[in-house]
């Protein structure tokens, strides 16, 4: 419901060129707030409601064009000193009863048009935002997925600053405990991506109760150590451990690099392993080992069963041979982990070679036990019983 345009209003047009273009802001923003101050100013009229919806809209069409609010409310300031200052009525006046009555009534319309020109503005920011997340999380998840159409996600892509046709890397950020919050641990994160790989190139998401972080490929960085001290040095609360996957090409490559990522964070879940930053990599063979189970649980069974019989039982066992192989095969550092003397060490040996038939001292033999044992942590054996054979 505009107002029929009369010639007087021109001076009205020209302050509103001055104005948008001292404040870089479209003049289509001030709509007809200038002949609403004009109206305060020489009738004393207040605004309609439905002037006020109309400069509400005018917030919400700022937001959408990318005006922030803070320029949005300097164009309004500025338009009404300088429409103030163009006043026939007040230029022209020496009633100062009759300026301090248009200042009064030009001041209350500035307030009224201000309030909803913010209020349309941040109901406009909010719904950009939501329609934002929601574009966000639908991306997130058809990249991560990786079986969704390539040429629509690479279009999807580029709002996002992501180009597939580079190497990508996958981070995932857990908590060590449920309580922890996770959009602090997100917040602070994106942060913590930008600072170290720029604002382009990069994704950060919340998904399934972890944080997931796309970067690009560093060759020279360890990626998961760089995001954990990262997180340590903007105070993060709690203790979080990080996942890492390697980087690959194309948007197959990032859902591969989930993938592992993934998987290396469950292993180390099912492993207990006392470690922050958990790197794919290190963790390849447990993934090799995985893909087959029933191959993995023979091998326990008919190399490592036999350990049922040694004294203390199978843990104490397969505990030596766990920190013999970690130790490089020397009984000596092995025996300074297990708190024992060298000579427990090589009796453990000696008596596991007899209950399963494989030396530590044959290659051969000492890769399939040291294979088995890996199998028995993956499988969380002997601490729960082996499958039945179908």
């Not at 917040?187 to 382009?200: I, M, P, S, W």
């Not at 090409?249 to 690099?257: I, N």
């Not at 040694?310 to 095969?329: D, K, N, P, Q, S």
Request: proline letters at 4%; glycine letters at 8%.
């Amino acid at each position: 419901m505009a107002r029929p345009r009369r010639p007087a209003d021109d001076w009205l047009a020209a302050v509103g060129t001055a104005t948008a273009a001292a404040c870089q802001a479209p003049a289509e923003l001030l709509g007809e707030y200038l002949a609403m101050l004009a109206d305060a100013a020489i009738h004393g009229r207040r605004p309609e409601p439905w002037q006020r919806d109309a400069v509400r809209e005018l917030g919400r069409r700022a937001a959408e064009q990318g005006v922030d609010a803070g320029r949005a409310v300097d164009l309004y300031l500025s338009a009404a000193w300088r429409l103030w200052r163009e006043l026939p009525e007040v230029s022209r006046s020496s009633d100062p009863e009759r300026v301090r009555a248009a200042a009064e009534a030009v001041l209350r319309v500035l307030d009224d048009a201000v309030g909803v020109l913010v209020d349309g503005h941040q109901s406009q920011r909010r719904d950009l935002i939501r329609r934002e997340e929601a574009l966000r999380a639908a991306f997130v998840d058809d990249l991560l997925r990786g079986d969704a159409d390539v040429s629509a996600l690479v279009e999807r892509a580029a709002p996002f600053g992501i180009d597939l046709g580079t190497a990508h890397a996958v981070a995932l950020v857990a908590p060590h405990r449920a309580d922890h919050s996770l959009d602090a641990a997100a917040t602070a994160l994106e942060r913590v991506v930008v600072e170290r790989f720029g604002d382009r190139e990069v994704l950060v998401a919340a998904k399934d109760g972890r944080v997931v972080a796309v970067v690009p490929a560093a060759g020279d960085v360890d990626t998961g150590t760089a995001l954990h001290e990262g997180l340590r040095r903007r105070r993060v609360p709690g203790r979080w451990r990080i996942a890492t996957g390697r980087a690959f090409t194309g948007a197959y490559g990032v859902a591969r690099s989930y993938e592992e990522a993934r998987d290396a964070l469950e292993y180390a879940d099912r492993l207990d392993l006392d470690r922050d930053v958990v790197n794919a990599r290190d963790l390849l063979v447990y993934r090799v080992l995985g893909r087959d189970q029933a191959a993995i649980v023979d091998l326990v069974r008919d190399v490592l069963g036999p350990l049922a019989q040694a004294r203390g039982g199978a843990e104490v066992a397969l505990e030596t041979l766990h920190e013999y192989f970690a130790a490089g095969g020397v009984a000596m550092e092995a025996a300074r982990r297990l708190h024992v003397s060298v000579r427990t060490v090589t009796y453990r040996l000696s008596r596991i070679a007899q209950l399963t038939g494989f030396r530590v001292s044959d290659p051969d033999q000492r890769f399939v036990l040291h294979t088995a044992v890996l199998g028995a942590r993956l499988l969380e054996w002997p601490a729960t019983p082996l499958p039945s054979d179908p």
